[in-house]
C-alpha cells in the first residue's frame, strides 16, 4: 500500500516539471510555425528576428502557467477525474496566460513580437499538455490490467448505497480498483455472493478479512444509524493498515438526485426524481441510433442477405428467430433474432438449464447441442442479433442499453434487479463490453444500473467502441 501511494505521489509531482518543460517546447514550435514555417501569413524579411526577444515572455508564460495549475488543482492526485475536466483546466490556463502575455506585450511595445507566433504557441501547449495527459491514462490502464497500482477495496454495507459504489467500480475499471468483497450485518446477505463480489460475513469480520485479503482500501456505506459502529469500524480498519472512506448515504439517494442551493451560507438540498433519460437527451440518442444505422445500412444488408442464405441453406426453416422479451418499464415486445438453432430448441430449455445447473435468470451453455454450425458463427461474433436493429428502428430498442429479459426471467426478479427495465433496452451495453456471458446476473444488473444513473452521449459512444474488439476477439460469447 505505501508503494502504491509512493507511485501516485511520483507520478503527481513529476507532472508539473513535465508540464513546464512542454510549455518551453510550446514556445519553440510556435516560433518555428510563425518564422521558418511561415504558417497562414508571411513575415517579411524586416521583420524576422531571433528567438532571443521572446525569453523573457516565454518565462513568464511558463510561471504564469504553472501558478495557474497549482492553484485550479491540476496537480492533485483525484482518483476517477474526467479527461475533458483536465483539458478545460488546461485550454483555461492557456487562455489566461496568452491573454496576459499579450496585455504585457501592448504595454512594453517590444520591437519583435508576432500575437500570430503567441496563437501558435496556445495551441502547442494544449496539444502537448493534453497529450501528456492521454498517453499518462493510457500507461496507468495497462498497468492496472496488469495489476499494478490496483487499490484491494472491502466494502461494508449491501444496501442502496453499498451497491451503487460496488457498481460504478464494477462499471469504471480505469479507476483502479480491484473488489475483493462485501460486509453485511444481515447474515443472509453477507454469505451470498453478488456476481463475483464475494460476500464475506458480518462486520465482526472487519479485521480479518482486511488482513486475509491485503486491502488497501475500506469504503463504509452505512447510514449515519450506524454511527457509533462506523467509528469503530474506522478505528479498526487503520489499526489492521487500511485506509478508509466513507460515503454519506443522503437518505440513499445518487448525488444526480440532489441539487444544493445556498440561503446565505446555510446549505438547502433540493431532492428530485430517480434520473431518466428526457425529452432532449432522449432525442439525442434516437437520432444516434438511427444516423448510425443509416451509415452501416449498405454493409448491414449485405450480411444480413449472406447470413440468412446460409442458414436456409444449412437446414431449410424460419431464417428469423421471434421472441417475447421485457422491454422499457415492464412493457412486453417481440425480439428478433437470426436463427442460430434448431427450430424447436426452446422446449428444451428447462431441461438444460438443469442439467447444466445454469442460473435460470441468466443461463448460458458453452456446449449446446441445439447450436446449429451457421449458428455456432453468427453467436460467437455477435451477428446472430443484428435483426435486432428492426426493434431498433421500431422505437421497441436502442443500440445502448440493457439486454431485455423474457417474462419468465423477470418473473424471478428481486425488487432491486427491476431497475434494470427503467430504460430502454439495447443490442450492446456496460456487461457486454465487461465480459458478455462471462459476467454473471448479479453483476450485470449492477452493471445496468450504472448506465442507467449515468448515462451520456460520451458513454454511448465509449460502449460502443468498446464493443467491436469484444465482438472481433470473441470475449465471452457462446
Not at 438453432?341 to 422446449?347: L, V
Not at 428502428?393 to 431485455?404: C, T
Not at 449492477?446 to 449515468?454: A, P, R
Not at 460502443?464 to 472481433?472: E, F, G, K
Request: glycine content about 8%; aromatic content about 10%.
Amino acid at each position: 500500500m505505501n508503494a502504491q501511494k509512493a507511485s501516485s505521489a511520483a507520478q503527481v509531482d513529476l507532472f508539473p516539471w513535465l508540464d513546464v518543460v512542454l510549455a518551453l517546447a510550446a514556445f519553440a514550435i510556435g516560433y518555428v510555425m510563425r518564422y521558418q514555417l511561415q504558417i497562414i501569413r508571411p513575415v517579411l524579411e524586416i521583420n524576422t528576428t531571433t528567438f532571443e526577444p521572446y525569453i523573457p515572455y516565454m518565462v513568464f508564460y511558463v510561471i504564469w502557467l504553472t501558478i495557474q495549475y497549482r492553484g485550479s488543482g491540476l496537480y492533485r492526485h483525484v482518483r476517477g477525474r474526467a479527461y475533458m475536466q483536465e483539458l478545460f483546466t488546461i485550454v483555461n490556463g492557456v487562455t489566461n496566460a496568452t491573454v496576459i502575455v499579450m496585455a504585457l506585450s501592448f504595454i512594453s511595445q517590444p520591437l519583435f513580437f508576432s500575437r500570430l507566433m503567441l496563437v501558435w504557441v496556445a495551441l502547442s501547449t494544449v496539444v502537448l499538455l493534453g497529450g501528456a495527459r492521454i498517453i499518462k491514462r493510457m500507461i496507468d490502464a495497462h498497468r492496472r490490467a496488469q495489476g499494478i497500482g490496483v487499490e484491494r477495496v472491502l466494502i461494508v454495507g449491501a444496501g442502496e448505497v453499498g451497491q451503487a459504489v460496488l457498481r460504478t467500480m464494477l462499471a469504471r475499471k480505469e479507476l483502479g480498483y480491484g473488489l475483493v468483497g462485501y460486509l453485511d450485518d444481515d447474515p443472509e446477505i453477507g454469505a451470498t455472493d453478488l456476481g463475483r463480489v464475494r460476500g464475506l460475513g458480518g462486520f465482526e469480520n472487519l479485521a480479518a478479512m482486511i488482513e486475509q485479503h491485503r486491502v488497501n482500501l475500506v469504503v463504509i456505506t452505512l447510514t449515519w444509524s450506524y454511527h457509533d459502529q462506523i467509528l469503530q469500524m474506522v478505528d479498526t480498519a487503520r489499526r489492521a493498515g487500511a485506509e478508509v472512506r466513507v460515503v454519506p448515504d443522503l437518505f440513499q439517494l445518487n448525488l444526480r438526485q440532489v441539487q444544493v442551493e445556498n440561503l446565505d451560507g446555510i446549505p438547502l438540498l433540493g431532492v428530485t426524481g430517480k434520473p431518466k433519460l428526457k425529452g432532449i437527451e432522449r432525442m439525442l440518442k434516437r437520432l444516434m441510433d438511427l444516423i448510425i444505422i443509416l451509415v452501416t445500412l449498405p454493409v448491414i444488408l449485405t450480411i444480413f442477405a449472406l447470413v440468412a442464405l446460409a442458414i436456409w441453406l444449412e437446414r431449410k426453416g424460419p431464417i428469423i428467430y421471434a421472441q417475447q422479451r421485457i422491454g422499457e418499464n415492464g412493457k412486453p415486445f417481440t425480439i428478433y433474432k437470426f436463427r442460430s438453432m434448431i427450430p424447436d430448441a426452446d422446449k428444451y430449455q428447462q431441461e438444460m438449464i438443469s442439467q447444466y445447473e445454469q442460473d435460470p435468470l441468466h443461463p448460458k451453455f458453452k456446449d449446446d447441442w441445439r447450436v446449429t454450425r451457421v449458428g455456432w458463427f453468427i453467436r460467437r461474433t455477435s451477428i446472430d442479433e443484428l435483426p435486432n436493429l428492426i426493434n431498433v428502428v421500431r422505437g421497441q430498442m436502442s443500440l445502448i442499453g440493457p439486454r431485455p429479459p423474457t417474462p419468465d426471467e423477470v418473473a424471478m426478479y428481486k425488487p432491486w434487479h427491476r431497475q434494470r427495465l427503467e430504460t430502454m433496452p439495447g443490442i450492446t451495453g456496460l456487461w457486454q463490453v465487461s465480459g458478455r456471458s462471462d459476467v454473471p446476473f448479479d453483476e450485470m444488473c449492477l452493471l445496468d444500473i450504472y448506465y442507467i444513473e449515468n448515462w451520456s452521449i460520451s458513454l454511448d459512444v465509449q460502449i460502443l467502441m468498446m464493443t467491436l474488439p469484444r465482438v472481433l476477439l470473441r470475449q465471452g460469447a457462446y
